[in-house]
């Protein structure tokens, strides 16, 4: 069955009605849910999975504990050498949902890093990302290097900054560039 990846940026807190009706698309064709356990936008898309009765969702974490599983979800616990609460002690949860999952969906700040790379690791893997750019309130379709250079044109030069020196930003859009493939879309 198909597994579709959820998150967003942690200092979004409330979702838009939007994503809400993407999310319905969703859950109307039943379709398994991978979602993190962090603040913001997980929690967010936890609540409305809870208060939508979805019983088909898995919560990532890293570590021994979830921070949040609101639904009481089976959890997937991504064990990890990396120091807690680093940045690499929760991207090796991500990285496992982008493997988990067939696509995404993200709500992105236009700053975050992790959400960005959660769309890159999908995109590394042919996966596509409808991700919901919530500054400009739009969906963008990512499935290729092109597509991802038009979503990181959201972003202010000094989120690149900040997005190249702490993922490495530039140096993953060109390594998909060079990679031979191309991601379907469908909307």
Not at 75 to 80: E, S
Not at 110 to 135: C, M, Q, Y
Request: aromatic residues 8%; charged residues 25%.
């Amino acid at each position: 069955m198909t597994t579709v990846f959820i998150a967003g940026s942690m200092n979004i807190k409330n979702l838009d009605s939007r994503v809400k009706e993407r999310m319905a698309n969703i859950l109307s064709s039943n379709l398994n849910i991978v979602v993190g356990d962090a603040d913001g936008a997980d929690t967010s898309i936890q609540k409305y999975l809870f208060e939508q009765g979805v019983s088909n969702a898995v919560v990532y974490c890293s570590g021994s504990k979830p921070r949040n599983n609101l639904g009481n979800w089976p959890v997937h616990y991504v064990k990890t050498n990396h120091p807690p609460g680093s940045r690499a002690f929760f991207t090796v949860k991500d990285v496992s949902m982008a493997e988990k999952a067939d696509y995404g969906l993200m709500i992105w700040d236009a700053k975050s890093t992790g959400t960005l790379s959660n769309i890159i690791e999908l995109l590394s893997r042919k996966k596509k990302s409808v991700v919901f750019v919530n500054k400009d309130k739009v969906f963008k379709t990512i499935g290729n290097a092109s597509h991802l250079e038009e979503l990181i044109n959201c972003m202010s030069e000094h989120a690149k900054q900040k997005a190249n020196e702490k993922i490495r930003l530039l140096e993953k859009i060109e390594a998909i560039k060079y990679c031979p493939f191309q991601v379907e879309i469908f909307d």
